[in-house]
T-cell receptor, first 112, second 114 residues
Framework: NAGVTQTPKFQVLKTGQSMTLQCAQD?????MSWYRQDPGMGLRLIHY???????DQGEVPNGYNVSRSTTEDFPLRLLSAAPSQTSVYFC???????????FGDGTRLSIL | AQKVTQAQTEISVVEKEDVTLDCVYE???????LFWYKQPPSGELVFLIR??????QNEISGRYSWNFQKSTSSFNFTITASQVVDSAVYFC???????????FGKGTRLHILP
């Protein structure tokens, strides 16, 4: 069972480059979210989606775009990477609002 | 707006001691859900428990127990007879019925010393 799959696992970018972090789930979950984890800051919500075609902003959305064209996929785009976006990114999915999140293994992103 | 506070940034205890991790939440909703997750040194996030706002019964699972008190807006997590394998970062999280997102606290890093 794949669950939530994130690619890549590691990435180094230069300031100003663009990149898409991929997230796919095979559990037919309606809800998907992106979090970033920074030391001392916990997990902060970037964007989330409650179904195909529906997305909304979380706590720290600036500098990131998302789209949800299918139930399975929820990519996160950095349009112009900045050093402040160096972080570990987690994608998560769940079946409904009262259900726990299933997390991917994370993407460690460094912006030089 | 919903908020989760984990005031303990880091805790160290000697193996076999009991330890309690605190979680205090804020919400205006009467229906909500609380969660605990564990993040071991390997980095993955592991779901431990979910509790809904209508169920105030305490939960016990082996050495783990959870104390939910609506009167103090707290959902504390106790590990009894701690083991080195319990060393991890533990996150408390909140989801409101009328909202679609889960908000996490900043986490508590737990060190179990042999």
């Amino acid at each position: 069972n794949a669950g939530v799959t994130q690619t890549p696992k590691f990435q180094v970018l230069k300031t100003g480059q663009s990149m898409t972090l991929q997230c796919a789930q095979d559990m037919n979950h309606e809800y998907m979210s992106w979090y970033r984890q920074d030391p001392g800051m916990g997990l902060r919500l970037i964007h989330y989606s409650v179904g195909a075609g529906i997305t909304d902003q979380g706590e720290v959305p600036n500098g990131y775009n998302v789209s949800r064209s299918t139930t399975e996929d929820f990519p996160l785009r950095l349009l112009s990477a900045a050093p402040s976006q160096t972080s570990v990114y987690f994608c998560a999915s769940r079946q409904g609002s009262n259900q726990p999140q299933h997390f991917g293994d994370g993407t460690r992103l460094s912006i030089l | 707006a919903q908020k989760v506070t984990q005031a303990q940034t880091e805790i160290s205890v000697v193996e076999k001691e009991d330890v309690t991790l605190d979680c205090v939440y804020e919400t205006r909703d009467t229906t909500y859900y609380l969660f605990w997750y564990k993040q071991p040194p390997s980095g993955e996030l592991v779901f431990l428990i979910r509790r809904n706002s209508f169920d105030e019964q305490n939960e016990i699972s082996g050495r783990y127990s959870w104390n939910f008190q609506k009167s103090t807006s707290s959902f504390n997590f106790t590990i009894t007879a701690s083991q080195v394998v319990d060393s991890a970062v533990y996150f408390c999280a909140l989801s409101e019925y009328r909202d679609d997102k889960i908000i996490f606290g900043k986490g508590t890093r737990l060190h179990i010393l042999p």
